[in-house]
């Protein structure tokens, strides 16, 4: 056999066994909803909601190695960042700082991710959006 095949068949093996390799796709329990105008809420529920939430809707590919292991490792990041589904449990000083950085990762486009937009389009913000996600932000955090 030639070494060509023998990595290709190692590759594809590595594959195969990876599969069976379990990726926790659960989600918490919901203990304190952020609140914010429907307009807002629905902006977040589209382009946020999958990374920075206890309600990820997890899709097909979430379930195929070794991309499962990314996504996987994104949602919990996202969640250990910022939590919308936790929001209550922030003190006021966590809030502030978290209304701070949102408003900063979206004017910057830092979010949300071009990996996530690339396969999510519906998440890709208008310029509107930004502006209105960081005007709220930044209105949040004075109040």
């Known amino acids: 056999m030639k070494l060509r095949a023998k990595i290709a ?3 594809g093996g590595l594959f195969v066994a990876l599969q069976v390799v379990p990726v926790d796709r659960t989600n ?3 203990t304190g909803e952020i609140q914010a105008p429907a307009e807002v809420k629905g902006v977040l529920k589209r ?3 999958d990374c920075h939430s206890n309600e990820t809707v997890w899709p097909w590919y979430a379930r195929v190695a ?7 490792h994104h949602v919990k990041d996202g969640r250990r960042h910022l939590n919308f589904s936790e929001w209550a449990g922030y003190t006021p000083e966590r809030k ?3 209304f701070e950085e949102c408003g900063k990762e979206v004017s910057e486009g830092k979010m949300p991710m ?4 690339l396969l999510h389009p519906e998440a ?7 502006k209105s996600l960081a005007a709220w932000a930044g209105g949040a955090v004075n109040d």
């Not at 070794?66 to 996987?72: A, K, Q």
């Not at 071009?114 to 937009?117: C, M, R």
């Not at 890709?124 to 930004?130: M, V």
């Open 9 to 11: 068949l190692g590759l």
């Open 28 to 30: 918490p329990p919901v």
């Open 47 to 49: 382009a946020c909601w």
């Open 66 to 72: 070794p991309v499962s292991f990314l996504v996987r």
């Open 96 to 98: 502030a700082k978290k």
């Open 114 to 117: 071009t990996s996530y937009v």
């Open 124 to 130: 890709q913000l208008t310029d509107a959006e930004k």
